[in-house]
């Protein structure tokens, strides 16, 4: 490296001529410009420790978010096994990567930032000094120069020349050995700055090529193979995505090249499938917003066994709307709009009025109402029956003009009934094996999971009787003779989880297949919700009891339980079946029918049972007075008489809690 020719001569310091003066500022000059570029390019590098710095914590953040690819649970994510183990084995790599980066950020703050910081800090600053020190001495022997210079002519002071010459002495040799300290230090740093220049580039050199070694290193070693099956997967799946997207694109083109009347509405080309049992689209249904005005809503329906559901636009899964088991759908004219109809419940309690937006789609969705209100998909072969029964269906799809009911009762020959009850449950009683579950439950029976109190019969209930019931068994004066003729009013808070016809209720295994049915039904169709309500067990009825408006919601005489147990391993789960008569047939007996009723109790299952049992026992005593007397001298009853203990007292030290779960007012 070729050496330095401008330097100041330490011999002229103390004549401190102009021409070494003029030198001077060029040294002070080029150390002035030396020390506004060494603080631009600190800065620069700073900036470079900070973005590898920033690296690191980048590269640490990228290593965490692969790994949570696992964790995000994607709806659509099956199969992608393989890329969560890939993701993996990078989330490992970048992390390695990270280690590197690090040790970088590291190198670079030791070898590149330090040593340029280090040069400003102690060479720089030391040269601002040494020249602000020589400044000082300079001014003061400038001063003593004009002090010894004013000494007068005549008359010297001998005392007052010997101070003078002592004081510019002193302030010269201060200002030479300033000079001389200044001097060595400006002819220095044009050696220590070509250093301060070269050492940091060298370090972070070195470093770079440090972490590059061991950066191949580890991919040479470890990633070679590794590497090499994740390039042949993306390119397995670019092949798949390259098929898929022009398999999509042929699919576009045919659907695209279809003829204008399939986006027209009434320009249905097809004919009418009045066989159908199943049907899905839009509709628009008819809703009061007031005393005389209504709105029409555009929601998606779709049948589901016996059950018409809705569901609107976003909603997850669909919400039964109505039963359409022995329901009624009649063609309507309905505010001068076309194509509706409307469908009305078996008690004629509660009907809705839909429109579709062809006549096609109107005529099918009348025949399909009609079809699963007289049960078809009940049978073996809903299709012939259907078939069958094609005539009234086209009687039902024309209009009329009011909104008369049909009438009802009226015996129906072509009505399909589920088949195999009788058969069913004389085969259980005659054979000692377990039944089978279609001996028990027809395949496909439909299930309802709530019970559905229309507002109309919830007004009836007001206005017929004025007066809710009770479900803690409290009296009023005016209460009905029935109230006060119950000798048992015990309440339990349950929740009703779905009820489905039965083929048979003289055996507990229907109960039990129809738990597994309605709890199945409802994990498949994601039905979880249910509402609290009271079942309220006296010595003539059972009663379910909405707890809120105290309403009856349904109601069964004692007569009519047939069958009634708890489930053997979750004693929560409990139910009964009903037994009904139908005389569609124009039996004058009547066919029986049977249905269970699937509850779900904050208490013990059996407690219930128990009380129904005991129910039984009260209205099989009535017949005889001394029979009953015997049986509540029997009961066991509390210290005060007041209340019926379901279970016997097994500790006085039982909490109240506990206390209030056992017994209930009798």
């Excluded at 150390?31 to 900036?47: E, F, I, K, P, V």
């Excluded at 004629?348 to 109402?369: D, P």
Aim: charged content about 25%.
């Amino acid at each position: 490296m070729p050496a330095v020719h401008h330097k100041l001569l330490l011999e002229d310091a103390l004549q401190d001529s102009p021409q070494t003066r003029s030198l001077l500022s060029v040294f002070e000059e080029d150390a002035g410009m030396l020390t506004d570029y060494t603080n631009q390019l600190l800065q620069s590098m700073q900036r470079v420790f900070g973005a590898q710095s920033e690296m690191g914590l980048a590269t640490e953040q990228l290593s965490q978010q692969l790994l949570d690819y696992e964790k995000k649970n994607f709806a659509l994510g099956k199969g992608d096994e393989e890329v969560i183990t890939t993701l993996q084995n990078f989330a490992k790599t970048v992390g390695e990567l990270n280690s590197l980066h690090s040790e970088l950020a590291n190198q670079m703050a030791d070898s590149m930032v330090f040593p340029l910081i280090q040069f400003r800090e102690k060479d720089l600053t030391e040269i601002s000094t040494l020249k602000e020190i020589f400044g000082i001495a300079t001014d003061e022997h400038e001063a003593a120069m004009v002090k010894y210079s004013r000494l007068p002519k005549k008359k010297e002071n001998e005392k007052l020349k010997a101070d003078l010459v002592k004081e510019v002495a002193y302030t010269r040799r201060k200002q030479h050995q300033a000079s001389l300290q200044y001097y060595c230090a400006l002819n220095a740093l044009q050696y220590r700055k070509r250093v301060a220049m070269l050492e940091p580039m060298l370090g972070y050199t070195q470093a770079q090529i440090s972490f590059f070694k061991k950066g191949i290193e580890l991919v040479s070693k470890k990633m070679d193979n590794f590497l090499n099956s994740v390039s042949n997967m993306t390119e397995s799946i670019q092949t798949q995505l390259d098929k898929e997207a022009e398999a999509m694109r042929m699919s576009q083109r045919e659907l695209l090249s279809v003829e204008d009347t399939v986006y027209m509405p009434d320009k249905d080309t097809e004919p009418v499938n009045r066989t159908l049992i199943q049907k899905a689209g839009y509709l628009n249904i008819r809703n009061k917003t007031g005393l005389v005005t209504t709105a029409w809503d555009r929601l998606y329906f779709f049948t589901q066994g016996g059950n018409l559901m809705c569901q609107p636009r976003g909603a997850v899964a669909g919400g039964m709307v109505l039963d359409l088991d022995n329901s009624s759908v009649m063609a309507v004219e309905c505010e001068d709009r076309r194509y509706c109809f409307q469908i009305t419940s078996p008690s004629g309690k509660t009907s809705m009025i839909l429109q579709a937006e062809s006549k096609k789609e109107y005529e099918e969705w009348i025949c399909t109402v009609n079809n699963i209100s007289r049960q078809i998909y009940l049978t073996d072969n809903p299709e012939a029956v259907a078939i069958r029964l094609n005539q009234s269906a086209i009687q039902a799809v024309t209009p009329i003009t009011s909104f008369e009911k049909r009438q009802e009762g009226s015996p129906n020959p072509d009505r399909a009934k589920p088949g195999g009850i009788h058969a069913a449950s004389g085969g259980s009683q005659k054979s000692g094996s377990a039944p089978e579950p279609e001996d028990l439950i027809a395949p496909g029976t439909p299930i309802q999971f709530d019970i559905m109190l229309p507002a109309s019969e919830f007004q009836d209930q007001n206005r017929a009787g004025g007066r809710r019931t009770n479900p803690f068994g409290e009296t009023d004066d005016d209460c009905s003779t029935e109230s006060d003729d119950s000798l048992l009013q015990q309440v339990f808070a349950v929740r009703f989880l779905g009820s489905m016809a039965v083929r048979c209720g003289n055996n507990q295994e229907v109960i039990y297949e129809a738990m597994r049915q309605v709890l199945a039904a409802r994990a498949i169709h994601n039905i979880f919700r249910t509402t609290e309500s009271h079942l309220m067990v006296t010595s003539s009825n059972i009663r379910l009891i909405d707890p809120q408006t105290q309403v009856t919601r349904i109601s069964f005489q004692l007569g009519e339980i047939c069958q009634f147990a708890a489930h053997q391993e979750n004693g929560r789960l409990m139910g009964f079946v009903v037994e009904s008569r139908d005389w569609s047939d124009g039996d004058e007996e009547g066919e029986p029918t049977f249905s269970a009723f699937i509850f779900e109790s904050n208490t013990e299952g059996e407690k219930i049972c128990y009380t129904i049992s005991l129910a039984k026992d009260i209205t099989e005593a009535k017949k005889d007075p001394e029979a009953l007397a015997e049986l509540i001298k029997n009961m066991p009853l509390t210290n005060d008489g007041k209340f019926l203990l379901l279970e016997p007292e097994a500790d006085n030290t039982s909490n109240g809690a506990r206390q209030e779960d056992l017994e209930s007012e009798a």
